[in-house]
């Protein structure tokens, strides 16, 4: 036996019975949904009849709790099932939820709370207010501990092969911090600039408010930091570990290595990248045009790596690995992409004419001289290397360029936009053609591409229909010059006797390490899964870094992959009723028919744009991952925002079932406007505006923050209702009421109160004393239920009621505010505790008690009992009642059945 | 009647952070009332009042002491330094 109780809920009733059968002596477990024990009580500003402070009476029973020798509390965790065994014990599998923040070192300054770029309605302020994503549950709160409410991984997050945490980064530009944007994205990778133009951006695809009014510019606003942060003309602000004396190579200079190298270095190593190229920076620098990806941007973005110390040699080639490790070198990382295109394999593509699409854009990009003008030109292939190619030709002069491809537009693997932009460009495309010779001149120079026209038959292995030659359907597409961009394959002969190379020219490595044969040889990239986009490149890089650091420090290659399960989009659109449609940031791409420059073709986001922009993310994970919690957090280590939850299985001699009583939804009667009039407020909201730690600097009315003059109550406000399906009465509304009219009228003097009512029940001790003393300070009660509620533009309120008392005349009332005493609703989660039997019910959906008039708090299964408001409505004084009651049934059900960990002293 | 229709209170808080330089803005020449506030950034009152009352929870703004004869605080800024 693990525990001799457990309670479930640690409201006023849960505390009570925890802390009596604490004193006598048990061993006591209590498991809390919330980050803090406390309950409803906690939050209230007084209690009735006493006007005792709630916070004064509750804390030390909170803390009574917590510190109790004989009490374990379990806070921000739940029940997920109790099942009872042959012996009568009882055994409960308890998870306890993920707070991303360490309770033990947390010391609850709250500095994650102020740093944190999420704001959420606060459920414990009755949704007043905004908390943040990082929050402590108030301030009284006991445990005062922080804790992070992140439900996984945001779509765009987990979308990001690169491992960016996108929305972070969105959630940072909302709130003003750029540089800080700036500096989450180069956590990740140093191509900032780089990945903010020529990224395909997965993120976008996965964003949750791409299913309203369209997606997030997600990539423009990594532009738009980039381009800030260049403007601001301030440093990296990254941190650098101290050189830890190991030295790495990287060979390549791509996305992958780039990011490999700007990784390590910030880990302490020396790295030196060795580039076969004249120029660094792989296909960034060397094939994506510039009207995509400008050459300075780039040259930026390489700029960072070189600032943490990386030294980067062009022109030179590496073929023999193993003199790397003879030189000194740790580890050695082959990151050197997919370099070569593929040949056409047809007669005839020796003609003078005919082009690796590869070697033309690397031509262009470095600055040679390739004059089309006035050529025809035909591009094969369908992938966005033949986009460029295509686009590239039209700015050279081309009179005309035509992309043949063996499949349908729909099997293009080129991304859609680039496609639609080539064609708004001028570029033409030929379907289902495939080449079968290259045609020329008497002197040898290209003058046409002869294609045969494809079928396309049944999916391949891709997903694609396969296509096949149509017989008789050869003819010729007159062209001067021929681009060959079919596919690019590594260049990777050199390394075949050193490391393990496939037949298609790939580097053989472990998919999950990146580890070669050679265990201080890695692999990252294109050049291991062949031609891939920047920014799996990018992920592989960052992932080579992680390994060979396991690698070189002894430890186990794994733990890179720390992502969140993504949460489900459906349940993030459920979170609202209605959504407002916000204008879509509008695409900003300038396209001519003709273009002859290479001028960026996209224009940037101003601030406005980017700042609304980020405002439209919906926080799908909450939690956003902008890492300002861990930034300001004093104490080191003390947030993970990758934990998990845990779960662990306890065996129990009994169960207390404290799970409280749920609220009425003010929304199930429409005629009282709550939700549609912001001036109709609930009693619970009401206690907040009157409690010391209240939202508001003092009462005012939500509409527009006026000192309220006129406040209306009505009771009975979904209880005794049958039109609810509550014909209950909840016991403390007209007291909590009578309460809060004292309250009022004690902090705003001028104020004039009127009730509502149907009867006013005031039985218990002191309690019509209580009321007669509200009607004697000037608090008026109006005997009548309430018909509806209107609202003047000024946000008044006019309530129509039958004055019962006065000859039941229909009589309309303005207010500035109205407060609906709500009444309470059974808390039906108590029934999900018990999978494997039934906890019965009484016909109001409470937890029944068989024979709760000799045996309070006993339940109809053995061993389980219910204290407080679980079992029907109850005050404060009654719970507390009902609670030691049940503590007591607890007590000699322990002792008859010796269901124990030890017997008490 | 009002036809005013209102946002769900998620929406508007979750644009709090997009607020803050607007209302800080606003604030510059003076404490202003939560109409004032509304009217000088174009936003509804009810919205702008979630915005004022998260910003001085999280110490950015700070009510001056008495109300107006129209019965409305006038908030300010703590501190006069505007961010982006």
Redesign the interface.
Known sequence: MDYDVLVVGSGIGGMESALKLGDMGYKVLVVEKEASVGGRMILLSKVFPTLDCASCISTPKMAATIHHPNLTVMTYSEVKGITRDADGHFHANVKRKARYVDEVACTGCQQC??AC?????DQFNA??????AAYIAFPQAVPKKAVIERQGSSPCTFACPAGIEAHGYV?LI?????EKAHRLVLDATPLVGTLGRACYAPCESECTRGSLEGTLPIRRLKRFISDHHVESGAGLGIEVAAPNGRRVAVVGSGPAGLTAAWQLARKGYAVKIYEAAPEPGGFLRLAIPSYRLPVEVVERDIQNVRDLGVEIVTNTPVRDLAALKSEGYDAVLVATGTPRSTGLGVPGEDRLGVLAATDFLRRVKLGETVDLTGKRVVVVGGGNVAMDASRVARRLGATSVTVAYRRSRAEMPAHHVEADDAEKEGVQFAFQVAPVEVTGDAAGAVNGLRCVRMALGEPDASGRRSPTPIKGSEHVLPCDVIIAAIGMTPDTAAFASQIGVERRGTLRADPKTLQTDVPYIFAAGDVVNGATDITRAVGEGRRAAHMIDRWLTGGILDGFDLRLPVVDKEQVLA??????LRPATPEAVTLVAEPRDFREVEAPLS?TEA??A??R???CAVCSGCHECVNVCPVENCIDLYARDTELDVEVGAVVVSTGYKLFAADLKPQYGF????NVITGMQMDRLLAPTR????V?R????????RIAYILCTGSRDETVGNPLCSKFCCMYSIKQNQLIMGALPLAEVTVHYMDIRAAGKRYDEFYEQSKSMGATYVKGRVAKI????N?NLILRYEDIENGGQLVDAEYDLVVLAVGVQPNRDAQRLFPQEELAEDQYFYVAEPDEDLNPGVTSIPGVFVAGAASGAKDIVDSILHAGAAAAQVAAHLERTQAKTKVPA | MSTTTIREIREIIREEPVMHPRILEALRSGPLTVPEIAQAIGSPTDEVLFWVMGMRRYGKIREVKDPTDDGYFRYEATNWEVPA
Do not use: H, I, W
């Open positions: 709370e102020t770029t999420v704001a959420v309605p949704d007043l207010v905004a908390r943040r959630s909302r709130s003003g911090e750029y979170r609202q009723k209605t959504y407002t601030e700042r609304a980020a405002g993310c919906m926080d939700g549609k009039y912001r939202p508001f600097n003092t005012l939500p509409s527009d923050g006026k000192v309220p003059e209107t609202e003047k533009e946000g």
